[in-house]
């Protein structure tokens, strides 16, 4: 069984994703498995996206670098705006892919008088 696999199934032992999001997941991976990241330069590495509103977290999504182009496909589009700008997923791959770590997005801002930030960064 290869990392990816065992990746998506310990999220669904651990409950990170259900059993559904777990098989969108394991069907991704053989579509674009020649398209995958090197796995050994990323084997531990998570892309992290982190959402806060007033101090309360709304959003934490840990998706294995392994599968960040999978994982974030899954995330609906319109839950990727930030004061009605789109937040763009093929450039935050394309940062992952040229290897970057660290912050990707970092956003600060006020909407209807609420505090909100966005964090997406690799770790």
Known sequence: MNEEKKLILEMVKEGKISVDEA?????????????????KSI??????????EENNTKVNINIPLALAEVGLKLIPKDKLKVEGKQIDVNEILKLIQEGNEGNLVNIETTNEGKEIKVKIFVD
């Open 23 to 39: 098989e969108k997941l394991l069907e991704s991976t053989k579509q674009t498995h020649d398209e995958a990241l090197p796995v």
């Open 43 to 52: 084997n531990r590495k998570f892309l992290r996206i982190i959402v806060v």
